[in-house]
């Protein structure tokens, strides 16, 4: 039996229902292998069927070895294949749809200034994570028509409206390893090419003609400015406890991921259950993703994470190993943060101080230990979608987003 991640039928759709399910076989083939030490589950009796199903040689059904196998140069691409990479291969065509539509949409016939700042952001390289999701979701459930691609549009013009804003409140100069628009521009244009781009992404939605679509991603879009309001308040206030935080990383973050996956199942009207299940798993693998994140700015490599270790303590951040750490603290302890956190007064060695005492307490175990709870509950919620590998491969990129704190 083989898995095809193509909604259609092969019967209908022979070149591109093929096309997917090879690409899914020369990716998974390997993925499986280099996946067993994180903890992927890959389905290895998938590739063993459709290597002989897709590689038949005519000789009473005896399969050829995988063609990409045989080039050691192909094998070293395939092995680093990541999660998104292989969810983007599965859906490039309708990813280069998006795009395209992206960069038309981004256009102004009077402020030139408009598609200058957005490719700015736009063309930096990002993973697309946000709209492949809403595509993902949308094929999964079996969708047939081209809406779920202005959707994903949507969700990553919302994404990099954010982006732009969060930009000019955190007074940032560099993202993705280049300057951020408001450094090479300036404040205003950031804010007024955000707010253009909200507005864009409202005209999109309306296209759609769902109105329940467009409730999910407004309702998203305040969901997201309360959760960065939220921040700005309680991000060096040590009474932040653990319910704030996964409060502000619920709307900085969760809710555009939960958004996007809900609203793919929706336009492809998906059973209420699933529906739910795409709300669950989105919400789940974003506040997973924030996590991460949070952990990775202290013990992450800055040459992969384009952020230098302990960046949130020099900024006054209260994210999770923190929060732990205070919790525990003695009095003497708790003075310390209110000094550095609060007050921030940071002299030098503080931060090798701070890390001593989220060591004492494991709190970047714990907070590891957190982001793998999330996992769970992400991956849980894909059983009640349909088999497919694209499912097998939302999956694996739950997996994917604690493997790279290994």
Request: proline fraction near 2%.
């Amino acid at each position: 039996m083989i898995f095809l991640p193509h909604h259609q039928s092969s019967r209908e759709n022979t070149d591109t229902t093929f096309k997917d399910a090879h690409i899914y076989v020369h990716l998974k083939a390997v993925y499986i292998l280099s996946l067993k030490k994180g903890g992927g589950k890959g389905h290895d009796g998938w590739v063993g069927a459709a290597q002989k199903f897709l590689h038949r040689d005519g000789s009473k059904g005896k399969a050829r070895a995988l063609s990409s196998l045989a080039s050691g140069k192909t094998m070293n691409q395939i092995l680093t294949q990541k999660p998104h990479d292989m969810l983007a291969a599965t859906l490039s065509e309708e990813m280069a749809a998006v795009n395209t539509l992206i960069r038309t949409r981004m256009a102004s016939k009077h402020a030139p200034r408009i598609p200058e700042v957005t490719a700015h952001l736009v063309e930096a390289g990002g993973k697309r994570l946000r709209p492949m999701l809403t595509l993902a979701a949308a094929r999964l459930c079996g969708y047939s028509g081209d809406n779920h691609v202005k959707l994903a549009a949507t969700v990553e013009f919302i994404h990099t409206a954010t982006l732009l804003h969060d930009d000019v409140v955190d007074e940032s100069g560099q993202r993705r390893g280049r300057p951020t628009a408001n450094l090479l521009w300036d404040n205003k244009s950031s804010v007024l090419v955000g707010d253009y781009l909200f507005a864009r992404s409202f005209q999109l939605m309306v296209e759609t003609g769902s109105l329940r679509v467009l409730d999910i991603l407004a309702n998203a879009s305040a969901t997201i400015a309360e959760g960065e309001v939220l921040q700005m308040t309680a991000a060096s206030d040590l009474a932040t406890d653990e319910d704030i935080y996964l409060q502000v990383v619920r709307g900085k973050t969760a809710a555009l991921f939960s958004a996007a996956t809900q609203a793919g199942g929706v336009i492809a009207e998906a059973s209420e259950a699933e529906v739910d299940a795409l709300y669950a798993y989105g919400d789940a693998l974003g506040i997973a993703f924030q996590i991460a994140d949070d952990l990775l700015d202290y013990q992450g490599d800055s040459s992969a994470t384009g952020k230098n270790v302990g960046d949130d303590f020099r900024e006054r951040k209260l994210t999770l190993p923190v929060i732990k750490a205070v919790a525990q603290a003695t009095a003497e302890e708790r003075a310390f943060w209110v000094r550095t956190i609060e007050k921030g007064r940071q002299d030098e060695g503080d931060l090798d101080h701070a890390l001593a005492l989220m060591d004492k307490y494991d709190t970047l175990g714990a907070t590891r230990r957190d982001a793998m709870a999330w996992v769970a509950k992400a991956q849980d919620a894909l059983t009640a979608l349909p088999e497919d590998p694209i499912r097998q491969m939302l999956h694996d990129l739950a997996d994917y987003v604690v493997a790279r704190l290994a």
